[in-house]
């Protein structure tokens, strides 16, 4: 079992930065993909960062690429996700995804409001 615990989320203005973290409990963290989704009112959860169990790889949303980086520490239990360059249509709950073979847990979200 593993637990996700997102901080980091507020009000910013456009074209500002966050960070996101997500903290997770239990063991066996350092095996677990590690992601964030975002959902906005009205629309479906969407990707928006993945990382591998080594940090070695990550891939991104297009809409996000060049913008948002994703890390982690293995030692902390926690992957991040750097914001930068935030534009308005980034408003959303974030949540933090976790996944390793048929095992897969959320977050319960943190809200980013962008202001333009």
């Known amino acids: 079992q593993v637990q996700l615990v997102e901080s980091g989320g507020g009000l910013v203005q456009a074209g500002g930065s966050l960070m996101l973290s997500c903290a997770a409990s239990?063991?066996?963290?350092?095996?677990?993909?590690m992601g964030w989704f975002r959902q906005s009112p009205g629309k479906e959860r969407e990707f928006v960062a993945v990382?591998?169990?080594?940090?070695?790889?990550?891939n991104y949303a297009d809409s996000v690429k060049g913008r948002f980086t994703i890390s982690r520490d293995n030692a902390k239990n926690t992957v991040y996700l750097q914001m930068n360059s935030l534009k308005p249509e980034d408003t959303a709950i974030y949540y933090c995804?976790?996944?390793?073979?048929?095992?897969?847990?959320w977050g319960q979200g943190t809200q980013v409001t962008v202001s333009s």
């Open positions: 995804n976790a996944r390793y073979l048929s095992r897969e847990y």
């Open positions: 239990g063991r066996a963290f350092r095996n677990y993909a």
């Open positions: 990382i591998n169990w080594s940090g070695g790889s990550t």
